[in-house]
C-alpha cells in the first residue's frame, strides 16, 4: 500500500497569482500534495487593510481559487490568528511544510519570522521566497553596508545588481486533498455593503485583469509616460499599482515587457527606463521602511515632530469630501473616493495641501489614503506622505510648496479632469475653471454657479496659508540637533 506523502502548505498573502510565484514552484517541486491557503488575519499586530484593499481582496481571492480549479486545485480560505490556523492546517492534514513569499513590511516581517522559528522547533519546514520586489530589502545597500536614504544612488545600484528571476507560468496541474475544510469567501463580507460605495470602481482584480492591464498600458500609456503621467485628464497612467500590490504580476515581468516594448522600437528607450524608475521607487519605499519601522508612525528625520500640526476637523473633512473651493484638489478627493484610485500627480498635490495649505498632520492623510486606495501600499503610502511633508530621507523641501491654482493650470490645462469631477463648475470657462473665486460675477452668473451655494468657496487663502507654513517650519529648523545625520548616504 502506497502512503501518500504529507502535504505542502502554501501559504498566499500579497502574491495572489501563479506564474512567476516562487513559493508555488518551489512546492511543486517536491512532488508533494499542495494545500494553498489564504489566512484573513484581522488580529493585532499588523496593519489591517482598509476598505477598499478589503474589496480588491474579495474579487482576487476569487480569481484566484478559479485559477486553481482549472488546475485540479483550489483555495482553502481560513480566518483567524494566522499561527494557529497554520497549526490546525498542519495538525488536519499531516503537512509538515510551510512554504511562503515574504512580506517585508516591518510588522508583518517580524510576525512572520516568529511563526517560522515557532513551527520548526516543532519540526516543520518553514521557506520564505522574494515574490513580490525586484530586489529584497538588504539585497542591495551603501559601500558602508548600511541602507540606501537617497533613491538615485539606489536605484542605480538596484539595476547594477539585481536580476529578474526566470519566467514561469506555474504547475499545470496541482494536487490537492479534497476532504480539507475551507471557508466561503461571501461570509468574510470584505464587499460593502449598507451602503455599497463601489459602484465606481472600475477594476478587474485578479491574475488575468493584472496582465490586460499591463498590456492595455504598453500599447498605449508607456508611449508618452513621462508626460502623461502628469496629465490626469488623460490616460497616461499604468494602473499596474494595485495588481502589483496584491501581487498578481511580478514586477520583474513588468520590467521585461516594458524594456521589450523599447527594443522592439514600440515605445521610446527614454520612456521604458522612466517607468522602470518609478517600479525602482517602490522597492525603495520598502526597503526604507524595512529598515527603519519608525516611519510608520514617526517622521523619518525626527526634528520634524516638532511640526507645529494644526487640529482641523472642519478643514480635514472639507479635504476628505472634495469640498475646498480648490478645484484640483476637490477633483483629487472626488475620483479617490469614488474610484479607489487617485492620479499620481494629484496624489501629489492633495497632499500638499493637506500638509502645508492646512497644516495638518501627514499622519491623519495617510491613514484617509490608507482606506480608500485599492493600492494602499504600505512603503509607499508612508514614503510618499513623508516625501510631500519633507520629514522621509530624500524628500521634497517643506518649503516647496505647491500652488493648486498653478498646477492645476499646468497639468490640467483644458480642465478636463476637474469637469469630470467637479461638474457643478463645468461650464466655466477654462480661463477659470481652477480658481472659480476670481471669474468676473457675470461669468459665473452665465455658468449658473453661486460661491457658497453650489460651489464652495477657498477654505483658506493659499498665499496665507502657505507663509504660515513657512512660519511653521522655523519650529522644524530650531528644534533640528546638529549632530543630526539623517540625511546622510
Keep these: 500500500m502506497t502512503t501518500r506523502p504529507a502535504p505542502v502548505i502554501l501559504w498566499f498573502r500579497r502574491d495572489l497569482r501563479l506564474a512567476d510565484n516562487p513559493a508555488l514552484n518551489h512546492a511543486a517541486e517536491t512532488g ?23 474589496w480588491w481582496l474579495d474579487k482576487s481571492l476569487r480569481a484566484l481559487d478559479d485559477s486553481l480549479k482549472a488546475r485540479g486545485s483550489r483555495l482553502i480560505l481560513r480566518s483567524g490568528d494566522s499561527e494557529g490556523e497554520l497549526r490546525r492546517l498542519i495538525d488536519e492534514t499531516g503537512a509538515d511544510a510551510v512554504f511562503m513569499n515574504r512580506l517585508f513590511d516591518p510588522d508583518a516581517f517580524a510576525r512572520d519570522a516568529d511563526i517560522a522559528h515557532a513551527l520548526k522547533e516543532d519540526g516543520v519546514e518553514v521557506k520564505g521566497w522574494n515574490g513580490s520586489l525586484l530586489c529584497r530589502p538588504g539585497g542591495v545597500m551603501t559601500g558602508s553596508g548600511g541602507p540606501y536614504k537617497v533613491f538615485t544612488p539606489f536605484m542605480k545600484a538596484l539595476l547594477a545588481k539585481a536580476e529578474a528571476p526566470p519566467h514561469t507560468l506555474g504547475p499545470r496541474e496541482i494536487d490537492t486533498p479534497t476532504s480539507v475544510k475551507s471557508e466561503a469567501v461571501d461570509d468574510w463580507s470584505l464587499h460593502p455593503d449598507k451602503p455599497d460605495w463601489s459602484g465606481g470602481f472600475d477594476w478587474t482584480p485578479g491574475e488575468a485583469g493584472a496582465s490586460e492591464a499591463l498590456s492595455d498600458f504598453l500599447s498605449k500609456g508607456l508611449k508618452t509616460y513621462s508626460v502623461g503621467r502628469d496629465r490626469p ?20 515581468r513588468v520590467v521585461e515587457q516594458v524594456r521589450k516594448a523599447a527594443s522592439d522600437g514600440r515605445v521610446p528607450a527614454a520612456e521604458a527606463d522612466k517607468f522602470v524608475a518609478e517600479l525602482g521607487w517602490r522597492d525603495f519605499s520598502t526597503q526604507l521602511l524595512h529598515h527603519f519601522p519608525r516611519m510608520t508612525d514617526t517622521a523619518f528625520r525626527p526634528e520634524y515632530d516638532a511640526m507645529p500640526w494644526l487640529t482641523d476637523i472642519k478643514g480635514f473633512n472639507a479635504w476628505k469630501k472634495g469640498l475646498t473651493g480648490y478645484p484640483i484638489v476637490d477633483a483629487g478627493m472626488r475620483q479617490l473616493w469614488t474610484t479607489g484610485w487617485m492620479h499620481n500627480r494629484v496624489r501629489m498635490i ?45 524628500a521634497s523641501p517643506y518649503f516647496r510648496v505647491f500652488n493648486p491654482t498653478t498646477q492645476g493650470a499646468k497639468f490640467d490645462a483644458k480642465g478636463q479632469y476637474v ?24 461669468v459665473l452668473r452665465d455658468a449658473g454657479i453661486g460661491l457658497g451655494r453650489d460651489y464652495p468657496k477657498p477654505i483658506v487663502d493659499h498665499g496665507e496659508a502657505r507663509d504660515r507654513a513657512l512660519d511653521a517650519l522655523k519650529v522644524v529648523t530650531r528644534s533640528r540637533q546638529p549632530d543630526d545625520d539623517s540625511d546622510r548616504d
Design 32 to 54: 508533494r500534495p499542495i494545500l494553498p491557503v489564504y489566512i484573513h488575519d484581522m488580529g493585532p499586530g499588523v496593519r489591517r487593510p482598509g476598505a477598499a484593499s478589503l
Design 233 to 252: 485628464g488623460e490616460p497616461g497612467s499604468s494602473r499596474l499599482s494595485p495588481h502589483l500590490h496584491w501581487g498578481e504580476l511580478h514586477p520583474w
Design 350 to 394: 492633495v497632499a500638499s495641501f493637506l500638509v502645508k495649505d492646512l497644516l495638518i498632520d501627514w499622519r491623519k492623510g495617510e491613514a484617509w489614503f490608507w482606506d480608500t486606495l485599492v493600492d494602499a501600499d504600505l512603503g509607499n503610502n508612508v514614503q510618499n506622505w513623508q516625501w510631500i511633508a519633507g520629514s522621509s530621507a530624500d
Design 419 to 442: 469637469r469630470r469631477w467637479v461638474p457643478e463648475i463645468a461650464a466655466l470657462p477654462d480661463k477659470w475653471i481652477h480658481a472659480p473665486w476670481t471669474a468676473p460675477a457675470e
